[in-house]
């Protein structure tokens, strides 16, 4: 079997390796405002994971384990370890790619996550279903319903309409039918205190899909944390307030590139 790739958008030529994984509706696409804002100071790379957007379908279906993994030879091709931006389904594949490579893994942020749909047997059900939907509307009208959940009521139509035209392009089954049975089937509630990666985890104000429960969550189980929460922002706050989330990011990819040494 060959092994699954992943197509990657690059931006910066120096400094540590940012790895940048989107959520289960969308593509690299989706990190445009950080491969354009964090590039100055960190090499950045944004999947698209395999049986999405550019990338090609995998030739068997995979498990979180199975993406985890492609997202680690993604970082050893690029040398040394990286740290991981995951929003929503990318920071639970972050996770578990930190349970199984952690010496790949410097730092995680993760962006309006969550430990999982698998930690609730109704949540899981409809993540299961959401194939069914794709095949049943298609693409385009299986993002415009979809699309505008995952922004606040505040946004500007000019994101909404990007959003959704991102997740038109990004998804297709059988893609998408792996992403959301990977989801459906996890629960790293345990897992959390094994993880040693110092974590940034930030959640939107005004996001509706996870939102702060699922944040704290992963906050109180895991062992090296700070949380924080984007003002003004929905499920995608990376896109909905790239300069506030952007902040956060550096901060903390300053604290963890840059202790303090002691005197």
């Known amino acids: 079997m060959t092994p699954a790739k992943a197509h990657v958008e690059e931006a910066g030529t120096s400094g540590p390796l940012l790895l940048c994984l989107h959520g289960i509706g969308s593509s690299s696409a989706s990190f445009g405002p950080q491969l354009q804002a964090l590039a100055e100071e960190f090499r950045v790379a944004a999947w698209d994971a395999p049986g999405y957007g550019r990338s090609p379908d995998p030739d068997a279906p995979l498990d979180l384990d199975g993406f985890a993994d492609v997202a680690a030879e993604v970082i050893r091709a690029r040398g040394g370890s990286a740290h991981v931006l ?47 939907e794709l095949r049943a509307l298609g693409p385009r009208a299986f993002a415009e319903r979809r699309g505008p959940r995952l922004v606040s009521d505040g946004a500007p139509p000019e994101l909404v309409r990007r959003v959704v035209d991102t997740m038109a392009h990004a998804v297709r089954l059988p893609g998408y039918a792996h992403a959301a049975a990977s989801m459906a089937s996890a629960d790293l509630r345990a897992d959390l205190p094994r993880i040693t990666a110092p974590t940034l985890v930030l959640c939107g104000d005004k996001d509706q899909v996870t939102g702060p429960d ?26 909905e307030q790239p300069e506030r989330f952007n902040a956060w990011v550096l901060a903390h990819l300053h604290i963890v590139t840059n202790p303090r040494t002691k005197g």
Do not use: E, F, Y
């Not at 790949?104 to 059900?125: C, M, R």
């Open 86 to 132: 995951g929003v929503s389904w990318g920071g639970v594949i972050a996770l578990r790619l930190a349970l199984r490579h952690p010496a790949l893994v410097a730092s995680l942020i993760l962006a309006d996550s969550s430990p999982g749909s698998g930690t609730d047997p109704g949540k899981a059900a409809a993540m299961r279903a959401r194939a069914d």
């Open 214 to 239: 699922a944040a704290q969550a992963l906050a109180g189980g895991l062992r090296r944390t700070a949380s924080v929460v984007v003002k003004d922002a929905g499920h995608l706050a990376n896109q």
